[in-house]
């Protein structure tokens, strides 16, 4: 299984960009991110991917700043095959951490 945070413009792009890219590399195209050759390579094992929305970031906050926090606290960047961000994150000292943000971390962490 692979972790991966992402931000995005709305909460369609996941899904309809994902699912072109997957289909683009199985039909032999090789350019993507680590994260589209994990869900190609799961798609092709007949295996489902879950896609979760973690929470939606108010305009006013930083959006990149939420994103960055989110992959330290998920341990989503490194060497390891399960870690799929390229980036490496930077976790935001915790009394800047937004109430929504730390629930939605929260739901996910294991």
């Not at 869900?39 to 094992?45: G, K, N, P, R």
Request: aromatic letters at 6%; hydrophobic letters at 40%.
């Amino acid at each position: 299984m692979g972790r991966y945070v992402g931000k995005a413009i709305s909460s369609g792009r996941p899904f309809s960009r994902y699912a072109r890219r997957v289909e683009n590399l199985l039909r032999g195209d090789t350019y993507g991110r680590s994260v589209h050759h994990a869900l190609a390579a799961t798609v092709s094992s007949g295996l489902r991917a879950r896609v979760t929305l973690l929470c939606n970031v108010p305009p006013e906050a930083d959006i990149d700043d939420w994103e960055r926090h989110a992959i330290a606290a998920l341990d989503c960047f490194g060497g390891r095959k399960d870690q799929l961000n390229e980036t490496a994150g930077r976790r935001l000292p915790l009394a800047m951490v937004p109430e929504p943000l730390a629930r939605a971390i929260a739901s996910v962490a294991s």
